[in-house]
């Protein structure tokens, strides 16, 4: 891997953009209509999705490998890499050392959510219908609420500022203009994001989530 060091990072990098940045996109466009419309509005939107032709292959190689690809080479980056924000202490630094960290909880984050929801749909213990009531039962427990809240800050923040990296590493902001640009663009887009993501988790905490 070491000599193909250069190839494997810029294929990290794409994945956690392309098809994962995707992804959290339409999680949270989904997620957000249990605040936005409620039960009735959440259940649309996820029959929706799951409507969609050749699903599973598209979990399959659109997800699920993605993630497990950049999150199997991005645990690989984190323990090599130099954790030297005492010794730099300029921001981009900090942000360096916050999104390997982040990278972690994203990682265990990404696979407890899958547990709770998608696999006890495909081991039959729920069914789509349920997933608001599952997520009721997750967002109006106190300790699964706030580990919820970190997992999506890890997620969104770790989404918003490999952006960032990514327009460097690919050559899209070249200029020290344009990437301080795209660092406030990047925060305004993890602020965003977060914020929808938070609603939602209040939303679910509703009593006509109970038996949604």
Avoid: D
């Amino acid at each position: 891997m070491k000599g193909n060091a250069y190839y494997w990072r810029k294929l990290h990098s794409l994945f956690g953009v392309i098809p994962l940045g995707g992804f959290i996109l339409v999680h949270v466009s989904i997620n957000f209509q249990a605040f936005e419309r409620g039960p009735e509005g959440f259940a649309t939107y996820v029959h929706l999705i799951n409507s969609i032709p050749l699903k599973p292959l598209l979990e399959i190689f659109g997800i699920y490998l993605p993630i497990l690809f950049h999150g199997v080479y991005g645990l690989y980056m984190a323990y090599r890499s130099n954790m030297n924000a005492g010794q730099y202490s300029y921001g981009r630094n900090w942000a360096f050392i916050l999104q390997r960290m982040t990278g972690v909880l994203t990682f265990i984050f990404v696979f407890w959510h899958f547990y709770n929801t998608r696999l006890q749909i495909y081991l039959g213990n729920i069914t789509h219908e349920e997933l608001g009531s599952t997520m009721h039962q997750i967002a109006t427990n106190p300790m699964y609420f706030i580990l919820y809240v970190i997992g999506v800050l890890s997620a969104v923040f770790h989404f918003s500022n490999g952006l960032w990296a990514f327009m460097i590493s690919w050559g899209i902001t070249i200029s020290p203009r344009s990437q301080k640009l795209s660092a406030y663009i990047c925060m305004g887009v993890f602020a965003l994001i977060s914020l929808l993501f938070i609603l939602s988790l209040v939303a679910f905490t509703g009593n006509e989530f109970m038996s949604s």
